[in-house]
C-alpha cells in the first residue's frame, strides 16, 4: 500500500513538474509575442505523452483487470469465430443483436 502511495505521488509530482514547464514556456512565448497554439498542442501532447507511458509502466490493479477482461472476452470471441468457421454454410443462421 505505502508503494502505491509512493507512486500516486510521484506521479502528482511529475505532473507538476509539467504544470511548472508549461508555466515557464507560456511566459516566454507570450513575452516573445509569438502565436503559441501549435506549441501548446505539441506540449500537451507530449504531456499526455508521457502520462501513458507512466500508467504502461507501473499500470493500476484497475487497468490489469480491465485489461484481463478484455483478453478473456477476446478468447471467447475467437472461439466463437472459430466455431463459426467450421460449420457448414448451409447450417448457418444469420442472427441479428
Known sequence: MAR???RRRSHQLDRAKA???QGVINCNLAKNSVNDTGVKS????LVQA???LEDLKNPSERT???AKVQLDQ????LEDASRI???PRS???LTVS
Not at 505539441?42 to 501532447?45: K, L, T, V
Not at 477476446?74 to 470471441?77: L, Q, R, S
Request: no cysteine; hydrophobic share 40%.
Open 4 to 6: 502505491l502511495s509512493f
Open 19 to 21: 504544470a511548472y514547464e
Open 42 to 45: 505539441a506540449y500537451a501532447s
Open 50 to 52: 508521457k502520462a501513458n
Open 64 to 66: 490489469l483487470l480491465t
Open 74 to 77: 477476446a478468447k471467447v470471441d
Open 85 to 87: 468457421s467450421k460449420t
Open 91 to 93: 447450417s448457418r443462421r
